[in-house]
C-alpha cells in the first residue's frame, strides 16, 4: 500500500470512528431518499447543529456524504459506494497480507 493510499484509508477510517458520525451515516442512510437535512438530525443524536454539523463536514470531506444548500438549510446524501469502497480496500489489503504496522 503507497503511503498516498494509507494516508486517504486513514483519513476516511477515521472519519468513521467515531461513534456520532456512525449514527448520523445510519439516519441519513435510512431517511426518505437517502436525504436529511441538519435541522432534522440534532434531535435524533441529541447534539447541537453546530456540532452535528462539524460531524456532516468531517464525513463530507471523507467522501461518504454529499453536502447541498437549500435556502438556510444544508441537506446531506450518501455517496453511493463510498461506505463499499473502504470495506474493499481494507479486505483486499488483508486478503493480499500487504497491511502492514
Known amino acids: 500500500m503507497s503511503v498516498a493510499d494509507a494516508d486517504d484509508l ?10 456520532t458520525r456512525l449514527r448520523l451515516l445510519s439516519i441519513v ?4 431518499e437517502q436525504e ?4 432534522d438530525l440534532t434531535e435524533p443524536v441529541g447534539l447541537s447543529q453546530p456540532t452535528v454539523s462539524h460531524h456532516l ?13 437549500r435556502g438556510t ?5 450518501l455517496v453511493p459506494g463510498a461506505l ?3 470495506a ?14
Do not use: H
Open 10 to 19: 486513514a483519513r476516511r477510517v477515521k472519519a468513521l470512528s467515531d461513534p
Open 29 to 32: 442512510a435510512t431517511a426518505a
Open 36 to 39: 436529511a437535512c441538519v435541522c
Open 57 to 69: 463536514k468531517v464525513l463530507t470531506e471523507a467522501g461518504f456524504l454529499t453536502r447541498s444548500k
Open 73 to 77: 438549510w444544508a441537506y446531506y446524501r
Open 84 to 86: 463499499d469502497a473502504v
Open 88 to 101: 474493499g480496500m481494507l479486505s483486499a489489503q488483508f486478503a493480499a497480507g500487504t497491511l502492514s504496522r
